[in-house]
C-alpha cells in the first residue's frame, strides 16, 4: 500500500470517531432522593435499571461481601440532612433477576446480596447526615434489568411476596406480642381540637396556626409510623380539614421547647415524629384530602411553650 492511500484511509478512519462515540448510549443521570426522618410515604419506592461492567469486588474500600457487576455511576442519590437511626434499603427485582446491592458513604461501603431469596437488602444504622450513592448490579453480565428501591425506617419492611422469599430463621424466634399498628393510646380522637380547625384549600402554598404544646399524657401506647415520644394532652392540638388531595406536602412545628409531633390520617393510620428539624418535629409525604388530627407534645412532662405548625406544598419550606 503506497504513503498517500494509507494517510488517506486513516483520516478516514479519524473522521468516523465522532460517529462512533455519538452512537454510544450516554449514562443516565442518577435519581436523587431527598429524605428525612419521618418520611411519608414509608415505604419510599423508586425505580431504575439495574446492571453494568464494573465487578463489584473491584470498587475501592468495598467489603469483601461485594458481588456482581454495578455501572460505573451510581443509579440513585439519597441525600438525607437529618440522617437516620435506622434506614433499611431494598432492591427488588421487577423481571425475577438476581439483583445485588452497594451503598457507598463518604466514609463506608455496604454490600449485600440474597438477603431475601435472591433481592437484597441492608439496614443500615447510625447513619449520621449526608449523601448516600446507591448502586444496583446483576449477579451476571445479563443486560440492563428493571428494579425498584425501597427506603423504609420500618424493620417491618420486606419486599412484596412476588419478589423474592423471605429467609427463614437459624434460630428458634420468641414470639413477640402482638401491637396494634395504629394505636393513640391514651389520646382522644374524638375531642374537639384544642386549638382550632385549619381548612386547606387546594391553590394553597403554605399555612400557619399557633398553639401551645405539653401535657401529662405520655407516649407509651402509641403506635405508629416513625418514632413516637413525648407527652400530650388528650384531645387534638389541630384539624387540618385538607380539600384536595396533595402529591406532596410537609407538616412541621416550631417552637422553644423540645416537641414531639403524632398525627392520624383520614384513614387511621398513625404518623409520629421527633427531632426532624433539631428540635422540631415534622413529616412530609403524599397526602389525600381529608381530616387529619394533629397533635403537638413535648419531649418532657407537664413542659408548655408556644409553638407555630406550618403546612406547606413547597419543599423548600422548612424550620
Known sequence: MNRP????????????????AAAQPSPVAAQVVQLNTG???????????????????SVPG???????????????????PTGFNFLRVIAQPLAGTDLTLMVRGTSQTWCADDTYGNVPGLDLQALPPGRYDVYVGTYSQSGPAPFQLLLSELQSTVPDNNAGVRPQPQYPVRPQPQVEANSLGALDFTGRPLFGRMMVAGNFITRSVRGRNGGALGAQGIHGQGICRGFFQGPPSHVVALTQPQSFLRMYVVSAADSTLVIRRPDGQVLCNDDTYQLNPGVEGSFPAGLYQVWVGTYRENESRPYQLTVTVDPSQHP
Not at 418520611?39 to 469486588?57: E, I
Not at 468495598?62 to 438525607?80: E, K, S
Request: glycine share 12%.
Open 62 to 80: 468495598a467489603p469483601g461481601n461485594c458481588r456482581g457487576f454495578i455501572p460505573g455511576a451510581p443509579q440513585q442519590i439519597i441525600q438525607t
Open 39 to 57: 418520611f411519608m410515604p414509608d415505604p419510599r419506592r423508586s425505580g431504575g435499571m439495574a446492571g453494568g461492567m464494573v465487578q463489584a469486588q
Open 5 to 20: 492511500t494509507l494517510i488517506a484511509l486513516l483520516l478516514s478512519a479519524a473522521q468516523a470517531l465522532p460517529s462512533l
